[in-house]
């Protein structure tokens, strides 16, 4: 989950089949290709996106700030994987964007390095790079993630694109998992709902692992899970549903068979598109319900 096994497995994954060669999936997701990967929203509206820079205690994050070009409407906040804010999460926010909602993407390093903070396609076999990406991640803690929520969701509910009166939502990728727990327990009135795409390390044995926080989350949640993260971690969806269960909240907990840690990102080598879409689906579901 985030760690050198999944960087393994990535390695192991064959892009060949979805008809690509490495080189030419390669291509395809260094730029507007990307979009060749996902269909078109029905019903699309337009939208307007740009990079944006948001005060910390800590600094300046950098961030990437999509919208529908006329009214307000529910705010999103996404936490992305290892890699870091690049285009496949602008891609992705806007796509999430056209379907009327007002997203955030952040640049979680921003503390060490403004994005991109990784390169494209990276490898994964060069020790060199896999030591650069947990170093990153290493630099994250639980006291950084809620610090820079606490400059996140007002951003948010600052816009004018962005809808007083109905709920906010957040969404993480990989790493980006967890975040979304500790933002909603950091914001229950205003936080209505969440997802967690192949999050990493939801259930631990620390004192202040994310399922502990459950209690405290008034939120809906989407938690897809990947196939390989469910066999290091059998029981971690166990205790999420049980945990979710007894705080009373709606949560869809799902392993996606076939599906591999990172499969939801559309610039990842173990990308999946039907079980991408499959979440997608859920997690848009959600949100009209949970986001009044």
């Known amino acids: 989950m985030c760690?050198?096994?999944?960087?393994?497995?990535?390695l192991e994954y064959e892009v060949g089949s979805r008809g690509l060669s490495r080189r030419q999936f390669g291509a395809l997701t260094a730029g507007a290709g990307l979009m060749a990967l996902l269909p078109p929203v029905a019903g699309a509206v337009e939208v307007t996106g740009s990079p944006?820079?948001?005060m910390t205690p800590d600094g300046t994050a950098d961030a990437y700030f999509v919208h529908p070009t006329r009214g307000a409407h529910p705010g999103v906040l996404v936490w992305p994987d290892i890699f870091g804010l690049r285009p496949a999460f602008e891609q992705m926010a806007r796509r999430l964007a056209e379907s009327g909602y007002s997203v955030l993407v952040v640049n979680?390093?921003?503390?060490?390095?403004?994005?991109?903070t990784s390169a494209p396609n990276p490898d994964f076999a060069d020790p060199a790079t896999r030591?650069?990406?947990?170093?990153?991640?290493?630099?994250?803690?639980?006291?950084?993630?809620?610090?820079?929520?606490?400059?996140?969701?007002?951003?948010l509910e600052s816009q004018p694109s962005v809808s007083k009166t109905r709920k906010l939502a957040t969404i993480g990728y990989c790493m980006g998992g967890p975040f979304t727990i500790r933002t909603a327990a950091e914001f229950p009135d205003r936080i209505g709902a969440g997802c967690s795409f192949h999050g990493a390390n939801l259930v631990t044995d620390a004192p202040d692992s994310p399922h502990l926080l459950v209690p405290k989350l008034r939120a809906q949640f989407v938690i897809a899970i990947a196939s390989n993260d469910d066999q290091?971690?059998?029981q971690a969806k166990t205790v999420l549903r049980k945990a979710f269960h007894e705080a009373h909240l709606h949560a869809?907990?799902?392993?996606?068979k076939g599906a591999m840690h990172g499969w939801c990102v559309i610039d990842s080598r173990v990308y999946n598109h039907a079980q991408a879409e499959r979440a997608w689906g859920k997690m848009l579901v959600l949100f009209k319900h949970a986001l009044a």
């Open 3 to 10: 760690d050198n096994d999944s960087f393994d497995d990535m």
């Open 52 to 54: 944006v820079e948001i």
């Open 108 to 116: 979680p390093f921003y503390r060490i390095q403004k994005a991109p």
């Open 131 to 155: 030591k650069a990406l947990t170093t990153l991640m290493g630099s994250l803690t639980p006291e950084r993630i809620v610090t820079d929520a606490h400059a996140y969701i007002p951003y």
């Open 232 to 234: 290091r971690q059998p």
């Open 252 to 256: 869809d907990i799902e392993v996606y």
